[in-house]
């Protein structure tokens, strides 16, 4: 069902809307959010976590947000696994996740692939066991007057993961020096 609503939405459309997502409103609190279950909510630390009831590509899922101070949403990251993504299945995923950013945000800006020199060294049996050991990161990024979005496939402890991050431009500097600011007062 959230396939054909992401094929459904137009290049304007915010990111998550299937979601319920305001990104103009401030948030006391964390958002509740359609199809899925808030986790940890901590405002104060700028962040909550919400998991879904749904699978999107058959692959199980979760959504961090990221506030600034005034508790306005600077950051969105959708994580797709560890659940239903295996090394059979991870290239098709991502093509598949890739081809609907395509469709709704236009042709992809960029395309960076990480391999890590071990992996020339190790025998793989498959394109996703290379993701899976982490060897292999390929992160595709997409990029509009207000967001930029990159989604990348890894793996991390033997699972493999697409996380799409949704970064709005008009608070990512502010999100940076937050972040900047309370790691520096915790040192």
Known sequence: MLKYILLLLAP???PLPATGLKW???HITAPALKNYQLRYSDLKEGYSVHTGHEYILGVESEIQLYYVKEGYISRALLILGPSGMNYENCNRVYGEVVELLNKK??????RLVEKDLIAKDLVFDSYCSVVKSGALNISTVWLNKEFKIIC?????????YIE???????LAKQASESETKSITDSL
């Open 24 to 26: 103009a409103e401030k």
């Open 105 to 110: 945000y236009g042709e992809y800006k960029k």
């Open 164 to 170: 799409i991050d949704y970064i709005k431009l008009s």
């Open 152 to 160: 990348t496939m890894l793996g991390d402890e033997g699972s493999i």
């Open 12 to 14: 304007h459309i915010q």
